[in-house]
Antibody
């Protein structure tokens, strides 16, 4: 069974930093692209970032480019999102998601809440 | 930036057919995916590569594509299908993933 378990969310002041983690199990982590997707309270899904199988290629939404960094440790079956210079508008549930086919997403974690507030 | 456009809401009576559309200029060249999200829950994939149904998804869910529009059809919608539905795809270069704004399906 595919499982994706996010952690690391919390309350952070504007300008602060946070690192999210996603522990993957139930599949061969190193053979799949991975994504982060976020959802602000009461709003829709917004793609944040993706990383290829070996971590050599990444891409980001314009809203987070230069502030967020996606990475992965295939030996630990773990995906990361380093978030710097956080803003109030970054407040959202952040989902870790498994990529499949051409930029599709087939499995989602339960999400972790990041709240940017002073 | 590239956008996918969905109607904000669709409403049907139980047993009727619900159709949710998603429009985007790159859809003739990029696959579309659909996920379902119920309140307080994580999204669940219900359709991939335009018209492929994942295992465990009821047969009443189907997908189609025509030009710049893809459609998720729920034939004989049931109360349990009431949820938000999001289409997802990529821009023409395949560099960025994009979600539609979501469609709230009401079955009553």
């Amino acid at each position: 069974e595919v499982q994706l378990v996010e952690s690391g969310g919390g309350l952070v002041q504007p300008g602060g930093s946070l690192r999210l983690s996603c522990a993957a199990s139930g599949f061969t982590f190193s053979t799949y692209w991975m994504h982060w997707v976020r959802q602000a309270p009461g709003k829709g899904l917004v793609w944040v970032s993706r990383i290829n199988r070996d971590g050599t290629s990444t891409s980001y939404a314009d809203s987070v480019k230069g502030r967020f960094t996606i990475s992965r440790d295939n030996a630990k079956n773990t995906l990361y999102l380093q978030m710097n210079s956080l803003r109030a508008e970054d407040t959202a549930v952040y989902y870790c998601a498994r990529g499949n086919w051409n930029y599709g997403i087939d499995y989602w974690g339960q999400g972790t809440l990041v709240t940017g507030s002073s | 930036s590239y956008e996918l456009t969905q109607p904000p809401s669709v409403s049907v009576s139980p047993g009727q057919t619900a159709r949710i559309t998603c429009s985007g200029d790159a859809l003739p060249n990029q696959y579309a995916y659909w996920c379902q999200q119920k309140p307080g829950q994580a999204p669940v994939l219900v359709m991939y590569k335009d018209n492929e149904r994942p295992s465990g998804i009821p047969e009443r869910f189907s997908g189609s594509s025509s030009g710049t529009t893809v459609t998720l059809t729920i034939s004989g919608a049931q109360a349990e299908d009431e949820a938000d539905y999001y289409c997802q795809s990529a821009d023409s270069s395949g560099s960025f993933v994009v979600f539609g704004g979501g469609t709230k399906l009401t079955v009553l």
